[in-house]
């Protein structure tokens, strides 16, 4: 056999491997390039292989974004102004958080629990801190971690905060609706294992827990009074920043208010819903919104940019009203 012949039949038997190498390098590329939208966000696969996979595959550093970036960006269902409008209406307890992981101001501060009903802002504002702060983070909702057998929730969440630590980064992990955790049948074991690993990470400033929940006084003695001093409270949103709220809520780049609607039509719906709503929160303006868009998209369903006049916003204050009790 010739040499040309020998170097023909290896280019033939390695041609497949190197096409396999060249495809998964270019997938894990573009897996980089577009998690969540971010074109330059780092991902970094879990540490030790004998941690097993749980939810998540990967923690994510939350990136350094352009304005234009920003516009688009999309993070486990919030977008880039939704994390900062909770942010910045967030009780100030939340946002020294953001100064906190940048320099400690207090070494055993390592975790906080965000208490208050249902769309007061809690998630949002834990999702925005890391983005601020420039850490990694790994999102974690409660019913991932819930089983079907004894300690399951306490052995699953005690995998993901091991896997956390093992990166060696800088992560803030957050556990939404955690109190589903410490109120369910294993509640005082993983409330045991929860104290235990914070104890253990009293201060490494490498790591924080950020936990929302929508309820606190069913919760164990023990807990609540290890937790004093990490608790922040939200609630509905200030009447001085609701019409900002409200207005970002009804508006976007497809819909703009028409010049009927000024600020004294503004005005007197967001003292409406304030008054007669109960408490608002974003949810409750976002719905709004949803449906203000319905409306105007009947209207008008070739226009680039929706025109919302007053009676768009009046019938989506009404249909509010109707199905909110």
Request: glycine share 4%; net charge neutral.
């Amino acid at each position: 056999m010739s040499g040309k012949q020998v170097v023909w039949r290896c280019s033939k038997a390695f041609f497949p491997v190197i096409l396999l190498v060249l495809s998964t390098y270019s997938f894990s590329k573009e897996e980089k390039e577009e998690w969540h939208g971010h074109p330059r966000t780092e991902l970094v696969e879990n540490a030790p292989r004998n941690i097993p996979v749980l939810g998540n595959e990967k923690c994510a550093l939350a990136p350094a974004l352009t304005e234009e970036q920003k516009e688009r960006s999309v993070c486990c269902g919030s977008t880039w102004r939704d994390m900062m409008t909770a942010y910045n209406d967030a009780p100030y307890d939340a946002q020294v958080i953001v100064d906190h992981l940048k320099k400690p101001l207090h070494p055993a501060w390592r975790a906080a629990f965000f208490v208050g009903l249902s769309s007061t802002g809690k998630t949002t504002t834990a999702l925005a801190i890391p983005h601020l702060a420039h850490w990694y983070f790994d999102f974690i909702s409660s019913t991932q971690l819930l089983g079907s057998h004894r300690n399951q929730a306490k052995e699953r969440l005690e995998l993901h905060l091991k896997r956390a630590i093992s990166l060696e980064k800088k992560v803030v992990v957050i556990i939404d609706n955690i109190n589903l955790l410490l109120s369910s049948d294993d509640g005082d074991a993983t409330s045991g294992a929860l104290w235990a690993f914070l104890d253990s990470q009293k201060y490494n400033n490498n790591f924080f827990l950020i936990g929302t929940m929508d309820c606190f006084d069913n919760l164990s003695e023990d807990f609540k009074r290890r937790a004093i001093g990490s608790i922040v409270e939200f609630g509905p949103i200030p009447s001085s920043k609701l019409k900002a709220v409200f207005k970002s809520k009804i508006t976007s780049p497809a819909m703009e208010l028409d010049t009927e609607c000024d600020d004294e039509f503004i005005d007197a719906c967001v003292s409406r819903i304030e008054r007669e709503g109960r408490g608002v929160c974003y949810r409750d303006c976002e719905n709004i919104g949803v449906k203000v868009s319905l409306l105007t998209y009947k209207d008008a369903p070739e226009s680039v940019v929706r025109k919302i006049k007053r009676k768009h916003i009046n019938e989506a204050i009404e249909y509010w009203f109707q199905n909110l009790s």
